[in-house]
């Protein structure tokens, strides 16, 4: 059974940083996606930055180029850093994970994209809050 926990949300002005963490308990699969969605008030969960166990990293257009995966094995920790925060990116961010057999065809970011309720796993989220 794999836990996540995020922590690092908060509130911050637009143009500032927030590094999300992800602790992660128990023990993925030798294949696994490992990803950050949103949902903003009263809109749809959106997919935003996946990292596979091949190391392949993807990221929504609305955050690419600001925003950063990555993980620290050693740790059991995902990131999310994000940078040059717009109001928009207003939401409460969720840590997911998943461990399907086959990860080909960029099966991660696909899943992802869609909402990622295909994954496994997810974290109770961490609100961030960008103000103008």
């Known amino acids: 059974q794999v836990q996540l926990a995020e922590s690092g949300g908060g509130s911050v002005q637009s143009g500032g940083s927030l590094r999300l963490s992800c602790a992660v308990s128990?023990?993925?699969?030798?294949?696994?996606?490992l990803g950050w969605f949103r949902q903003a008030s009263g809109k749809e969960r959106e997919g935003i930055a996946v990292?596979?166990?091949?190391?392949?990293?993807n990221f929504a257009d609305s955050v690419k180029g600001r925003f950063t995966i990555s993980q620290d094995n050693s740790k059991n920790t995902l990131y999310l850093q994000m940078d040059s925060l717009k109001p928009e990116d207003t939401a409460m961010y969720y840590c997911?994970?998943?461990?399907?057999?086959?990860?080909?065809?960029?099966?991660?970011?696909?899943?992802?994209?869609?909402?990622?309720?295909?994954?496994?796993?997810r974290g109770q989220g961490t609100q961030v809050t960008v103000s103008s």
């Open positions: 997911t994970a998943d461990t399907p057999y086959y990860i080909g065809d960029n099966y991660c970011w696909r899943a992802l994209l869609v909402g990622g309720y295909e994954y496994n796993y």
């Open positions: 128990g023990t993925l699969a030798s294949t696994y996606c």
């Open positions: 990292i596979d166990s091949d190391g392949s990293t």
